[in-house]
């Protein structure tokens, strides 16, 4: 990695940047790892908060994994107190044209399904592979973020499709 | 290439052109793209970046105004100085009590170690609740009755003398020119012009303007006056006159009345007339009555 020429993030420029950069991509985790209910955009905009009043101590470098930890024990924190069971994702179903009705109730019991199965992948599971197809992150992106190996995210990302692929076919 | 080898590459949205091309022969290739296609429904929802920066600044730049960072530590010890200072004057204040009768009223008091006080009317009382149970100590104006829980030393101070007790039964009458105090149980020591005077049940210590009057022993139980009558041995008119104007707020005239004539009575709190009658007719004198004043005259 180049040597960055800031010391830390206390300048309005860079932490903008960080921020433009970084913002959609932490809420994004946070949802797909925690669901819609415990709010991840509250969490999102808390852990730049909490980046930006500790901008001194953070090098640009580690200002990433800085607010993916922290909104990440934020919305621990929020768990513990709740205790909610996360199984969830709205499905947002497109507005279909010249699609037979049939065709329609398909692809709406399919999303339905897909729905479920994703409820039941593990939380870890659930992170890497939603990361993955959705965002379109590659493995070594995800295991930076998740901070764990690449080859830990391919497993994960792995099992994920084998078990969403049985659960649909079972279903 | 495996098919297993395809797919993870897929994963990895790593595969090449001619990857892809193999990929797409692969039997799995429709339902893995329909899933993928599917699950573009679940993307998180897209959200307000720059809204959300402006939130975070917003609080932020508040912060910044490093000017005034000697300010927050300075208001912070001028608190604590004015709590600590509070604190003190808090402490140190006494926190005193002050219980007032007025004309013909009456009011009992319970101290805070269950001493219980009468206060007679036109009289005041006052203590310290603070240092209580280091001293107890009352300051005393007028007529009281006091029943001591026993304990540490329980003075009365008056502007005439102490009284202390360790736990009885006693009246002090601190008026204009007397003096009295009455022990009805236990002992009471008297501090009269630094002459301490212990008296035991019974006995009566008086002084009536200025002077040290003897009394023979008397045995009761309280004073009348908690039985709303007011008792008079062997002394002057006047005391009776001022006693009757505090419990019936009226005033007397008896300028046409030898008034230090020493004399014998009691009266009633209750009953104006009656009251008249009793220290009237022994002396035989007459009362008229004109509103709020009443005049005594010879017969």
Known sequence: MPKSIHENICNEGLFSKIFQKHYQSLYAYLYYKFGDYLNPEDKT?????????????????KAKSYVFTIGNNLMLNEVKHHKVVLQ????????????????????????????????????????????NRIEGKKHKEIAAILDISSKAVEKRIYRALAKLREEIKEL | ???????????????TPEEFEAFKQLEDYEELTKMNAALQYFKAPT?????????????????????????????????????????????TIPNVTLVETQVADKTAI????????????????SYDEDSWNENRKVNLEGEAYFKVAKGATFSVVTNDGVVTVLGTQFNVKQRDNLFEVFCYEGSVKVNYND?????????????????????????????????????FKSLPLQEVIQ??????????????????????CSFTHTDMEMALQSITLPLQLKYQKKQNSIILKRD
């Not at chain 1, 692809?107 to 890497?128: F, M, V, W």
């Not at chain 2, 508040?62 to 004057?89: C, E, H, M, N, Q």
């Not at chain 2, 707020?249 to 008034?259: L, R």
């Open chain 1, 88 to 131: 969830h994702r709205q499905v947002k179903p497109k507005a279909h044209t010249n699609e037979s009705p049939e065709f329609l109730m398909q692809e709406q019991e399919y999303l339905q399904k897909l729905q479920r199965a994703i409820g039941n992948l593990t939380e870890s599971e659930r992170t890497a592979f939603l990361m």
């Open chain 2, 110 to 125: 319970e101290l805070p170690d269950t001493s219980a006080v009468t206060l007679n009317a036109v009289s005041s009382l």
């Open chain 2, 1 to 15: 290439m495996t098919r297993e080898e395809l797919i993870e590459k897929w994963l990895d949205h790593s595969l």
């Open chain 1, 45 to 61: 905009q808390e852990a730049f908060t909490k980046l930006w009043q500790n901008c001194g101590k953070v090098k640009p470098e």
């Open chain 2, 243 to 264: 006693e009757f104007e505090r419990q019936y707020n009226v005033t007397i005239d008896a300028s046409n009345v030898d008034t230090s004539e020493v004399f014998t």
């Open chain 2, 47 to 91: 959200v307000d970046v720059e809204a959300a920066y402006d939130a975070v600044q917003k609080p932020i730049q508040k912060d910044t105004s490093k000017p005034t960072s000697w300010f927050k530590p300075l208001l912070r010890i001028a608190a604590i100085l004015v709590i600590g200072f509070g604190a003190y004057l808090y402490s």
């Open chain 2, 195 to 231: 002459n301490p005077v212990v008296l035991k049940p019974g006995q009566r210590f008086l002084i009536l303007n200025g002077k040290q009057i003897r009394n023979e022993k008397e045995m009761l139980k309280e004073p009348s006056w908690i039985r709303n009558e007011s008792s």
